[in-house]
């Protein structure tokens, strides 16, 4: 039986880095651009938001909490000239930016029998490192389908891609005077990211991007009596991104990369984090799909910051001459980073958790710690040896 979907929406999230020298000409930027301004948190609407993370990660990451609050400081701001407010954005860690479309994004893949979906949501998340994400949200229009789910994040995670299934991809449309073709969606990408060589530097996947997708089951579809075998296997190709033909024989999502509650499975990998739910479970339709997208998105986007940052910072010990202040960021990042928690919500330190592992966040750490380690101890003998030979 072909399982049906009551509420859906994927993200999908491209990564680009800007070179630290340039970011606040790129802050300065998006803020001349007249579809992209600033995101400011509510510290009454975003409750979710304020009450989820731990005090030191809020700060940095949604100062604008802080912000909303002095309306003398909004005044302030608003009141900055555009070359100021990317000077004044430029040091704070992390900032969000709204990208408001005349419209929604109304796409298909395929012909006439295509899947219709709308871009409905697009923001910008900029951390001072110059490491910076473009979020997609995409919502299918016209369908119940599970499977129509299934083939859609298939296909358009690699929209841009270069290589492999070229014929499959030269059917996606996306049908507005703005983004009607491939070329266009190139050149909507080109618009807000650049270049983006500094990501493919750092051996970043720029090609696939990273997908974040949420599905609630009708109850027909998920209930006491389902076959949780079919159901699963179902998962397994929600979870690894694979279209509804792909036929699974063994059930893996009993591993450590997967998350289950009774109407609610979780699925995390390097590249995409997926939860399917069931409508048997009022929670998740009137509040988790909401948290889902918030609250554990951002927290998700903060673990994938760094493990980008660690990366970063492996190639910046490849130069000799920049050892000493690459080890300087290192230890700067461990301090201020890595030795907080993110949040005491009990689902939330489930899923730093999973994005750690996920991530192999621990073991980057591990294996960029050991090599500053090394060389930090080869540079000082070093100097201790010219000294001595200078003496």
Same mark, same amino acid.
């Given at each position: ?5 009551? !509420? ?10 800007? $070179?630290?020298?340039?970011?606040? #000409? ?42 909303? @609050? ?18 004044? @954005? ?50 299918? =229009?016209?369908?119940? =389908? ?31 005077? *703005? @983004? ?40 027909? &579809?998920? #209930? ?12 397994? $190709? ?26 609610? !499975? ?11 739910? &069931?409508?048997? #479970?009022? $929670? ?9 997208? =918030? ?32 080890? +300087? ?30 991530? +192999? @966040?621990?073991?980057?750490? *591990?294996?960029?710690?050991? *090599? ?18 200078? #003496?």
């Amino acid at each position: 039986m072909e399982l049906k979907t009551k !509420y859906q929406y994927t993200y999908f999230i491209y990564p680009y880095i800007i $070179k630290e020298k340039d970011y606040t #000409n790129y802050l300065y930027s998006l803020l001349k651009n007249k579809k992209c301004k600033l995101k400011i948190f509510n510290s009454k609407k975003d409750i979710g938001i304020a009450s989820y993370f731990l005090p030191q990660i809020k700060n940095k990451l949604f100062w604008t909490l802080n912000l909303n @609050l002095n309306e003398k400081a909004i005044k302030s701001y608003e009141k900055m000239d555009i070359k100021l407010k990317a000077s004044v @954005l430029s040091k704070e860690y992390c900032s969000f930016f709204e990208y408001s479309l005349n419209e929604d994004i109304p796409a298909k893949i395929g012909e006439e029998n295509g899947i219709f979906f709308d871009i409905s949501k697009v923001e910008i998340v900029c951390f001072s490192t110059g490491i910076c994400f473009l979020l997609m949200k995409t919502v299918l =229009n016209s369908t119940e =389908n599970f499977s129509d789910v299934l083939n859609f994040n298939y296909k358009f995670r690699d929209i841009h891609s270069k290589i492999g299934h070229q014929k499959e991809y030269d059917n996606i449309k996306i049908q507005t005077q *703005k @983004l009607n073709n491939m070329q266009s969606f190139e050149e909507f990408l080109k618009e807000i990211v650049g270049s983006n060589l500094a990501t493919k530097q750092l051996n970043i996947d720029t090609e696939r991007l990273i997908t974040y997708s949420y599905v609630c089951l009708n109850q027909n &579809s998920w #209930n006491e009596a389902a076959d949780l075998v079919t159901l699963e296997k179902e998962f397994e $190709k929600y979870r690894h991104i694979l279209p509804a033909v792909e036929q699974i024989d063994d059930i893996t999502s009993e591993g450590e990369l997967t998350y289950k509650e009774k109407y609610a !499975y979780y699925g995390f990998s390097s590249n995409s984090t997926v939860l399917m739910t &069931s409508e048997a #479970n009022i $929670k998740n339709y009137t509040s988790l799909l909401f948290k889902y997208e =918030n609250e554990q998105l951002y927290h998700f986007l903060y673990n994938l910051h760094q493990k980008i940052y660690l990366k970063k910072l492996n190639f910046k010990i490849s130069n000799t001459k920049k050892i000493i202040k690459a080890y +300087n960021e290192f230890l700067n990042f461990t301090k201020e980073n890595w030795a907080y928690e993110v949040t005491n919500d009990e689902k939330g330190t489930i899923i730093e958790s999973y994005n750690r592992k996920a991530q +192999n @966040l621990d073991g980057i750490f *591990k294996q960029l710690k050991d *090599k500053y380690d090394l060389l930090y101890e080869q540079y000082e003998i070093k100097k201790i040896f010219y000294r001595k030979r200078a #003496n």
